[in-house]
């Protein structure tokens, strides 16, 4: 029997007169369900604020209160990176899950949103606090560069979900490579203009016509490796292991020096077609 509420004019249904569920699965939208992939990405989101709140307390507080505590700051920023670096882990595992299982209608938007948090604005937020206690830093220049950073991976991300590319290829560096370069480049601790133009080179690279192939099969497999390879170099830096400063370096250099590289090996690909396309233009114009 259904009862009629006189106030809202609603009908109530007793419980187990249905055939339903109890739970009440069955009423709720296809669009509001969550699935697998979906979980990850929001674990993509999390781990991105928690970079934020980490390079607030153990950076950016210690620095204005005057505080000394030099391995507070050195663990803090270890974590806030490994978060970001979590952060990829489940950026390129939810892709892969949505693939062989499902993805429900929300996944794209949950997918930007996240990539937004965690390789927009973390990264973003990391050059803002590194021009606050670098010592020959400027604050106000580096507040200028993390806008350009978080404003090239909004710009990334809104022409990703607007324009279709051919399969397996990114156009832009990617946003968590981007995000990665970037914290690399602030932790190499180079002079104050160098860091801030290859910040904003970094930045350009992101909404440029750039083609990157897309992170399948072995190329996943050895970005997962290089992801867990940094995580170990962020840990014995921070525990100020022999040796971690120089092998923290070396592995922020090397993903600068492959940020730089893939864009080269992109434009002479993209110059050989071309060039082997007028070849066989000509070729077929002859008689």
Known sequence: MTVIDPDTQAGWVPEGSGDEDSDGTEDMPLSMRLSIADTLTLGNATCGFMAVYFTTTGILIPHLTGSDETGMARHSAATAVILMLLAAVFD?????????????????ELDNLSDLISFGLAPAYFVLVYGMV??????????????????????????????TLKDGMFQGMPSPFGALTVVSIVLLELPFVPTLLAIVGVAWLMVSRVEYPKPRGVLAVAMLSWIVAAMGL??????????????????????????AVIPLFATARRVNTFRDNRREARAAQLP
Not at 95 to 105: D, E, I, Q, W, Y
Not at 134 to 163: E, G, N, P, T
Not at 234 to 259: K, M, N, Y
């Open 234 to 259: 962020l840990a014995a830096w921070a525990f100020d292991a022999p040796g971690g400063q120089l092998l923290l370096q070396t592995g922020c250099a090397l993903q600068v020096v492959l940020g």
């Open 92 to 108: 390129l595992f939810d892709g892969l899950v949505a693939r062989k299982l499902r993805s429900s209608p929300m996944g794209a």
């Open 134 to 163: 670098a010592d020959d830093a400027h604050q106000r220049v580096s507040a200028l560069a993390a806008i350009v950073v978080l404003l090239a991976v909004v710009l990334r991300l809104a022409r990703f979900s607007c324009v």
